[in-house]
T-cell receptor, first 115, second 115 residues
Framework: DQQVKQNSPSLSVQEGRISILNCDYT??????FLWYKKYPAEGPTFLISISSIKDKNEDGRFTVFLNKSAKHLSLHIVPSQPGDSAVYFCAASPINTGTASKLTFGTGTRLQVTL | DTGVSQNPRHKITKRGQNVTFRCDPISEHNRLYWYRQTLGQGPEFLTY????????KSRLLSDRFSAERPKGSFSTLEIQRTEQGDSAMYLC?????????????FGPGTRLTVT
């Protein structure tokens, strides 16, 4: 049962344009969402997060949008740069006071930014 | 370097052998997580420590797997009687409540190949 889904295995975008990566979730208990970037032979690197009390969070070129009613979030990268080429993972977690929140990951989207 | 470190980076072993991996978290982080990632999948949660206490284990963690975190510092993950299905990337992450509820920082991983 895939609780976090990234339905696009790959995406190719031209340098300077916008990259939009999508993620859907099914578990209503999830209320904290994160995006990680992963290069080959490295561990995932945290990019940006959003809690369910917000619908948008922005950090430089990266913006995450959350639509709770649709159980959908997206990561926008503007402008896209060749160094952004990597696999992007969406992750989700319930917020439980006093307990650690294990992350449930999607299967990833490979972003290729072309010149 | 103050990031999460993992050793070894690569391990090749024969089926039936025991292997042990080590993770050194970011020094001020009291939470430590182990994940496993197979090809084409996102990381899957295995187990979690808060200080030296192992507070949660996934059903993915069979009896052949054991994890420890003596003194609440580094952690080890041991796999006994390895099987070919154990071949994967084993990722360690750490976090601190002061840095956000679920913001976890990952190490580079240990790639295990069972022949």
């Amino acid at each position: 049962d895939q609780q976090v889904k990234q339905n696009s295995p790959s995406l190719s975008v031209q340098e300077g344009r916008i990259s939009i990566l999508n993620c859907d979730y099914t578990n209503s208990m999830f209320d904290y969402f994160l995006w990680y970037k992963k290069y080959p032979a490295e561990g995932p690197t945290f990019l940006i997060s959003i809690s369910s009390i917000k619908d948008k969070n922005e950090d430089g070129r990266f913006t995450v949008f959350l639509n709770k009613s649709a159980k959908h979030l997206s990561l926008h990268i503007v402008p896209s740069q060749p160094g952004d080429s990597a696999v992007y993972f969406c992750a989700a977690s319930p917020i439980n006071t006093g307990t650690a929140s294990k992350l449930t990951f999607g299967t990833g989207t490979r972003l290729q930014v072309t010149l | 370097d103050t990031g999460v470190s993992q050793n070894p980076r690569h391990k090749i072993t024969k089926r039936g052998q025991n292997v042990t991996f080590r993770c050194d978290p970011i020094s001020e982080h009291n939470r430590l997580y182990w994940y496993r990632q197979t090809l084409g999948q996102g990381p899957e949660f295995l187990t979690y420590f808060q200080n030296e206490a192992q507070l949660e284990k996934s059903r993915l963690l069979s009896d052949r797997f054991s994890a420890e975190r003596p003194k609440g510092s580094f952690s080890t993950l041991e796999i006994q009687r390895t099987e070919q299905g154990d071949s994967a990337m084993y990722l360690c992450a750490s976090s601190s409540p002061g840095q956000g509820i679920s913001e976890q920082y990952f190490g580079p991983g240990t790639r295990l190949t069972v022949t």
